[in-house]
């Protein structure tokens, strides 16, 4: 892990701080997979929300590309909307997150090992 990952885990995320010290990607090739997960938040009414996760078909490979729901993954547990809204989740919480989407990513394109 290189020193900018470790920093990461170890100070509170905030929005400003993940846009600055994401890296723009030299060159999009514009090539997809044809199955994906999509993330969604939504309010629950109750001071918490959820995300929720739902895997998608693409059109093609190549963007641009239109996106259709395939089935439902899985969400998370309620989360506090104080909470969610600062970015204020618990390392644990994030890395939780961070699996669930490279596992299903893993399942859906057939390389879970």
Do not use: H
Request: net charge negative; glycine share 4%; charged share 30%.
């Amino acid at each position: 892990m290189d020193s900018v990952a470790a920093e990461n885990l170890a100070a509170p995320v905030t929005l400003i701080a993940v846009i600055q010290q994401r890296k723009t990607l030299e060159y999009d090739d514009k090539i997809r997979s044809k199955l994906g997960t999509v993330v969604c938040l939504r309010d629950m009414g109750n001071g918490k929300s959820r995300l929720f996760f739902d895997d998608v078909k693409a059109d093609k490979q190549e963007n641009p590309i239109s996106w259709e729901f395939d089935c439902f993954y899985t969400f998370t547990p309620e989360l506090e909307n104080a909470e969610i809204d600062f970015m204020n989740l618990t390392n644990e919480r994030f890395q939780e997150i961070g699996e669930a989407v490279v596992a299903r990513l893993l399942a859906l394109n057939g390389r879970v090992k």
